[in-house]
């Protein structure tokens, strides 16, 4: 699941997520909850939790961490 929800988002093949693809697949969560879409600080926020080795970017790995966690415990992305 993560493999292929990492891929979709992954526009560029460059095997991490930037920070406009991360912005893509946030919002994609949020319009599906029928929330409204995420600011720059809702990026932040998730860049500052769960890009673990502080490149700039998010790997498959760190994703699977974001996943893992928004499953088991519905995680709410929420606007500042």
Sequence with gaps: M???LF???DMNRSGSLDRRETLRLLNDI???KGKPPANMN???RFFAEYDANGDGTISRHELH???KEFLANNITLKQK
């Design 2 to 4: 993560v493999f292929r």
């Design 7 to 9: 891929a979709k988002y």
């Design 42 to 44: 809702v990026v932040d």
């Design 65 to 67: 961490t974001f996943v």
């Design 30 to 32: 949020l319009d599906n």
